[in-house]
């Protein structure tokens, strides 16, 4: 087929494809939770027409709206980072005893190498467990199409499908053949059928002697998909691959016989004896766990993988190619260079709170959220973090364990979104056992981790409609705790008296920092002023240099340098902001002594 | 570069700097050049000026969206510094093109190590084919620090074999209406910004 008009082809990242996929499978309904690399799939959904798609609370939720539909009889998607799997694993493992009515597909976007993540958790072992058909793409134009493919199994085979995307397929943009939307396989309504939807263990163990049998059958569909393929070539090596890594494959192996498996689970048993069979070396290329690798083993065929490609981080065509060919290629040892990790913006409302927090000799349990880098000096003030929602646990765990000396010791720190999608169920348990941890809610007003998505305390949804906005004070009281009180985090003897109080006090309390993402448009739309330094004043003394504000900039002396600029000899230097880079937050005129950082003019 | 099948562009700087949109453009460019194209990053933290890569390949047809160490035709480095945290991705023949603005990390902004120095010379041991540009004061001049990243692009092609009006066009494919003339400014801009031959 010739490619023919221009506009019929996109530059596509795999999550925009999914995104493409599903609205051309006629999908209805879209569930998901924000996590990279995995957020852009529900956003660009809900740019298509017709189409609902919604931010939930948490992946669980998602997943359990996205059956619903599916109950109701239209085509759904729930899309998650890897971890969020855990999460909604709950309902997926009992969605596949149930099956569905509607096409139900679950992406799971895995992050090998932990770009943004706090593990690498290889997920295809959930379609094991699960015993849920999963399909691997190898680059977008396969995302797209293979989104389609998991709704028609879908149907076909009355299961949940898994579609396992990684980094480097989400992020990575690549041509897509755009195809025309379909429409509904049948017309929506829910059907009455209690032996399928209601899971009592009598309902369930029938259910699941169906699961079995279906998986057989995906077994036998496997054999003759067309996404699992042989590319016969040079005989001499044969190499198993799937994914992203069939990619490094082609360029580090142009030449060898590929068997290609676009279906992770089940596997094709005849199509890998028949590849097996034809070659005289047999190598499996995966990244993460040896899972394609394990299953040929399994059916007792010899084979290389783990020996020689590394099981921690994301692969590329060099490492195959040194991995299977040995030797290595002479490259260039990198230069030594300061590294640049990813810090708080200028004018976060987060540093003020942390630059409080780290003058307390207290204990911080942390979460996942922008605010995890104020665990990066000069800051440092975080001690844990573990997964969405465990710092309240965590905290609460300290308090029970060290008892009366944790008093004023330990604080949890967790942002809005974050407690919305797993902190209350921490707080009720701290009130319910009685226990005095402080919680710190960073409420700024988004989801900004992941690039400022809506969440339900924004007074907005996805599909940009205005709604009612979560009050996490009230909820916070709802819950039985007392004292909770707001703050202007950019203020920082207030953050600091409350904190310190609230700190002392032996009864649970919550304290919710208020104020703005600075990337949200409204605040960007502002007029603020902007800070400078007055240079004859700055004594060089680095107070305001500890909020580690990207804007604030040290300029180093020499002796000489020193006294030409009417200082002492003994000055080492003098701090400097970046005018280009200062949001004008005020927090670091309340640190400077000498009173030499004054609004300036633009 | 004139006409060639394919290359390597590996584009490199600090998150907030428009790397993004940047690689965004080329693609699209190459795209309407008729070409395979593939790009990579990493973003969702890009926001937090950390260091941000972006890979960009192009041929008849493209497999690997990764660059390999060692095979770049062409870095684009937005900031000074960055373009030497990157330039071992260089080819033996390949070109750098740096931007001269220099964007302190934490560790220099506090004090605890300086800027590098010497950046220049220790860029030309990798390749002679060396380019510096003040592209903050180009943009500056269009009155637009956003636009810094578009300058780059401009400066840019005259490495890659696009003819410059197919770039003007993939800016008015991509970008929002009211924001497409400051960028087309920013591309002449920064195509003014070296000489025809390089
Ligand atoms: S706190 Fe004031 S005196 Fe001290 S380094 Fe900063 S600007 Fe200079
Ligand atoms: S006011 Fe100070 S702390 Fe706030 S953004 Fe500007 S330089 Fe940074």
Redesign the pocket.
């Known amino acids: 087929m010739s490619i023919p008009a221009r506009q019929l082809v996109k530059l596509f990242s795999g999550n925009e494809a999914i995104a493409r996929g599903a609205f051309e499978a006629g999908v209805k309904v879209a569930s998901a939770y924000p996590g990279t690399p995995s957020t852009e799939i529900l956003e660009n959904f809900a740019r298509y027409e017709g189409v609902y798609a919604e931010w939930a609370p948490n992946e669980k939720v998602a997943v359990e709206v996205a059956l619903g539909a599916s109950m109701a009889g239209v085509r759904a998607l729930a899309a998650m980072k890897h971890v969020g799997v855990n999460v909604a694993a709950d309902p997926i493992f009992t969605a596949s005893y149930t099956g569905v009515r509607g096409g139900l597909v679950i992406v799971t976007a895995d992050d090998p190498e932990l770009h943004s993540s706090q593990n690498e958790q290889d997920n295809r072992h959930y379609a094991v467990a699960a015993k849920i058909p999963m399909l691997e793409p190898s680059d977008s134009e396969e995302a797209k199409d293979f989104t389609i493919i998991a709704f028609e199994l879908s149907e076909k085979f009355d299961t949940p499908v898994f579609l396992r995307t990684t980094t480097r397929i989400s992020h990575a943009k690549g041509a897509v053949r755009l195809g025309e939307p379909s429409g509904p396989p049948f017309p929506p309504g829910f059907v009455r059928d209690p032996a399928k939807w209601i899971m009592l263990p009598l309902n369930a163990k029938k259910r699941h002697v169906i699961v079995e049998k279906r998986m057989l059958a995906l077994k036998e569909f496997a054999e003759t998909f067309p996404g699992n393929r042989i590319e016969w070539g040079d005989r001499s090596l044969g190499i198993i691959t799937a994914g992203v890594s069939y990619q490094y494959v082609r360029e580090a192996f142009p030449d060898a016989s590929v068997l290609k498996l676009g279906m992770a689970h089940p596997m094709p048993e005849r199509l890998i004896r028949e590849f097996a069979a034809g070659v005289s070396r047999l190598v499996v290329v995966e990244e993460l766990d040896p899972f394609i690798e394990t299953h040929v083993k399994a059916l007792g065929i010899p084979v290389q993988g783990k020996e020689l490609i590394p099981i921690v981080g994301e692969l590329d065509p060099r490492i195959v190619r040194e991995g299977i060919a040995g030797g290595s290629a002479p490259v260039r040892a990198p230069e030594e260079v300061p590294s640049r990790p990813p810090n708080l913006c200028p004018g976060c409302p987060h540093r003020g709170l942390f630059y409080v927090l780290s003058k307390q000799k207290v204990i911080v349990t942390g979460d996942i959220g922008c605010y995890t880098l104020a665990a990066l000096p000069p800051l440092s003030t975080m001690d844990t973090c573990i997964c969405m929602g465990a710092s309240i646990g965590n905290a609460f765990g300290i308090e029970k364990a060290l008892g009366k000396a944790a008093l004023g010791k330990v604080v949890a720190v967790i942002g809005d979104s974050t407690f919305i999608h797993s902190g209350i169920t921490g707080l009720i348990d701290i009130v319910y056992n009685r226990g005095f941890s402080t919680v710190i809610i960073l409420d700024n007003r988004t989801t900004a981790m992941t690039g400022a998505q809506e969440n339900p305390a924004t007074g907005m949804t996805l599909l940009k409609d205005p709604t009612h906005s979560l009050d996490l004070p009230g909820l916070c009281r709802a819950i039985g705790v007392e004292h909770v009180y707001i703050v202007n985090p950019h203020d920082l003897a207030q953050t600091e008296a409350v904190l310190k109080r609230e700190l002392a006090r032996e009864a649970p309390s919550v304290i919710i920092t208020e104020a703005p993402c600075v990337l949200l448009p409204d605040h960007r739309k502002k007029k603020r002023p902007v800070y400078e330094?007055i240079t004859d004043l700055?004594?060089?003394?680095?107070?305001?240099?500890k909020l580690g504000c990207p804007a604030i900039e040290w300029v180093p002396f020499t002796p000489e340098e020193a006294v030409a600029a009417g200082k002492k000899q003994t000055q080492k230097g003098?701090?400097r902001i970046n005018t280009l880079l200062c949001d004008g937050c005020n927090q670091c005129p309340q640190?400077?002594?000498?009173k030499?950082?004054l609004e300036g003019k633009s | 570069m004139s006409v060639v099948a394919g290359g390597n562009v590996l584009l490199a700087g600090v998150g907030g700097q428009g790397i993004l949109l940047a690689s965004e453009v080329l693609c699209e460019a190459f795209l309407l050049g008729g070409y395979d194209v593939k790009k990579s990053e990493v973003h969702g933290m890009a926001q937090r000026g950390g260091a941000v890569t972006t890979h960009l390949r192009f041929g008849p047809k493209v497999n690997s969206p990764l660059i390999e160490p060692g095979t770049a035709d062409l870095l684009v480095a937005f900031e000074k510094m960055e373009a030497l945290r990157f330039v071992h991705y260089l080819s033996p023949g390949g070109a750098a093109l740096a931007n001269a603005q220099e964007i302190y990390p934490p560790s220099v902004a506090t004090g605890r190590e300086r800027y590098p120095a010497g950046i220049e010379e220790r860029l030309r041991e990798f390749t002679p084919r060396l380019f510096v540009v003040d592209a903050l004061a180009a943009a500056l001049s269009l009155g637009e620090v956003r636009a810094v990243n578009i300058v780059m692009v401009g400066a840019a092609s005259h490495f890659l074999p696009l003819e410059k009006e197919t770039y003007t066009d993939a800016l008015r494919a991509f970008l929002p209406e009211k924001i497409v003339e400051v960028n087309v400014r920013a591309f002449r801009a920064g195509r003014g910004l070296l000489p025809a031959q390089v």
Request: net charge positive; with cysteine; charged share 10%.
């Open positions: 330094v700055c004594t060089g003394c680095k107070a305001c240099g003098i701090s640190l400077c002594k000498f030499a950082i």
